[in-house]
């Protein structure tokens, strides 16, 4: 009798490869997406940021520099934002989507010596591989 075919132990042979090489790509993936996922938010954070800047020079403080004031936007939206708001020059933002549970406020600090801006930033998250991500992005 001449069979042909894969036997029994080839086909556990690549499914044990394939299990292997999915154990060590998705976790990988899922780094890479939060990655852009956080680079799309810097990217939509950074309206707030500059024109709080601006507002914060041409008043002289920050008690003005609300979302829909003085050129700063009001409620842009974001893919991987569900809210983000500017308020005395502080902005706050929560996460959604691949950055579930991230949240963060980023607070400037006007320099009296005509030095650049600093920002303090605090990242909040349950997953401290976020957290870390948020704080190593969000750096100005």
Known sequence: MNQKGFSLIEIMVVIAIISILSAIAIPGYQGYMQKAAITDVLQTLLPYKNNIE???????????CHSGNENIPNDIKGKYLKTIEAKSGIITFEADKNLSGLSATLTPTVSTDGSPFKWQVVCES???KLK????NTFIF
């Open 126 to 128: 349950d997953d401290d």
């Open 54 to 64: 601006i507002c914060a020079f041409n008043k002289g403080a920050l008690t003005s």
């Open 132 to 135: 870390t991500l948020c704080e």
